[in-house]
């Protein structure tokens, strides 16, 4: 599944557990080795390497330097057992600087043996910038017993990072967690919740004060919310956000936005989610763009909490331009726009049919214009027209 790329380790101080004592049976507790490659590695910097094998870890490794290193391994067949309850695997800097230049690719965590906090994290990274995790799967062995509780979290300062082609499965908690900077970058792989649709999973968070977050080709499948856009750090709004032909899918909601972010959406699937597909919460002044598309509510068509739930796209506050999009087969409001502080949107050549409603909309100043509408069970509702521009649609 993932091309494993070569290092020329005769360039690098190289450091392999297996050097140290661990076994990677997968029943031999390998902690103390691990944790004296660690030491060793942290000196100077270096490939802390992870061989094929199985490896037990029963307490965090704490990987603190000021210095470069890679933590690698040889792909899918190097297991990390994560058997406790706290962060896994631990990035900090010696002096509380950020660390920069680090590379985690190449090897596999599996959840095992014992609950977790969903706050724990398999890979915990404070002030991490320009730097790469690629090509990791997160998994458990058992996902009622030692499910994953989260995958990685970017705290503090998270900037110039990629995250590319990492697969969690059946997580708990939260996907990618990601502070405060700028050009983040989520490329491929996949994030799959435990299909509840209504626990505390998220799949990507973005807690604040972050610009040029980039997100393509990702699946977000099967959580509480997929993607969640808001200020809970408390250090201000988020600023830019790019989502590109990624998959939101089967949550409880899709994407939702509380903060005043401008969040830019090219060719969305976001899709049969419960409560909304894409949710703008109220008091902000948040701006979304989504060009080209489908917000579709296939796998929702019973909807258990009419009249608020089964939506396409619900905004409370700020606005929006929608251009070129699909929006069907919702079984609660195709576009809904309760509140008249929602002006200045513009929904233009949409093809909006077979939801419960295909528009339920007011406002002041905005444009709906070179739509078409069919086969929706209840006529449109649009008011707010007095300062507006309604014209050339088809059936709306």
């Not at 896994?88 to 600087?97: F, N």
């Not at 506050?317 to 079984?331: A, D, H, P, Q, Y």
């Not at 502080?341 to 513009?346: G, R």
Request: charged fraction near 15%; proline fraction near 2%; glycine fraction near 12%.
């Amino acid at each position: 599944m993932f091309e494993v790329q070569s290092v020329d380790y005769a360039k690098h101080k190289f450091f392999n557990i297996r050097d140290y004592g661990a076994v990677g049976d997968g029943q031999i507790d390998d902690t103390h080795a691990i944790v004296e490659t660690i030491a060793k590695c942290m000196e100077g910097g270096g490939v802390f390497y992870i061989p094929t094998g199985t490896f037990v870890v029963r307490s965090s490794l704490i990987f603190k330097t000021n210095y470069r290193f890679t933590i690698t391994g040889d792909g899918l067949s190097s297991v990390l057992l994560w058997e406790f309850d706290d962060h896994l695997i631990v990035i900090l800097s010696q002096d509380g600087s950020e660390l920069s230049h680090l590379t985690i690719r190449d090897f596999a965590i599996t959840s095992r043996a014992v609950l977790k906090p969903l706050d724990k994290f398999a890979i915990y990274a404070q002030d991490l910038v320009q730097s790469q995790i690629e090509h990791i799967i997160i998994n458990s062995n058992d996902s009622k017993s030692s499910p994953v509780s989260s995958g990685i979290a970017m705290v503090g300062v998270a900037d110039t990072n990629t995250i590319r082609d990492v697969i969690m499965w059946k997580i708990k908690g939260t996907g990618i967690q990601i502070g405060y900077g700028s050009e983040i970058r989520i490329l491929g792989g996949r994030i799959v919740g435990a299909g509840v649709r209504f626990d505390q999973s998220i799949g990507i968070h973005c807690t604040g004060n972050n610009g040029g977050v980039h997100v393509d080709n990702t699946d977000i499948i099967g959580l509480g919310i997929g993607m969640l856009i808001d200020n809970s750090s408390g250090v201000g709004s988020n600023r830019e956000i790019f989502i590109s032909h990624a998959t939101i899918d089967s949550n409880g909601r899709g994407l939702i936005i509380r903060d005043n972010s401008y969040v830019s959406i090219i060719g969305i699937w976001a899709a049969s989610s419960t409560i909304d597909q894409v949710f703008i919460d109220v008091n902000t002044t948040a701006l979304l763009s989504i060009s080209g598309g489908t917000i579709f509510n296939g796998g929702v068509y019973e909807c258990p909490k009419q009249p608020d739930w089964c939506n396409g796209l619900t905004v409370h506050s700020g606005t929006f331009i929608l251009n070129g999009v699909e929006i069907r087969n919702n079984n609660g409001r195709g576009i809904w726009i309760p509140n008249k502080s929602v002006t200045q949107y513009q929904i233009i050549s949409c093809r909006i049919f077979a939801n419960g409603q295909g528009l339920n909309v007011t406002g002041s100043s905005f444009m709906i214009t070179n739509n078409v509408c069919n086969s929706n069970q209840l006529p449109n509702t649009i008011s707010g027209t007095e300062t507006s521009i309604v014209m050339n649609n088809l059936g709306c």
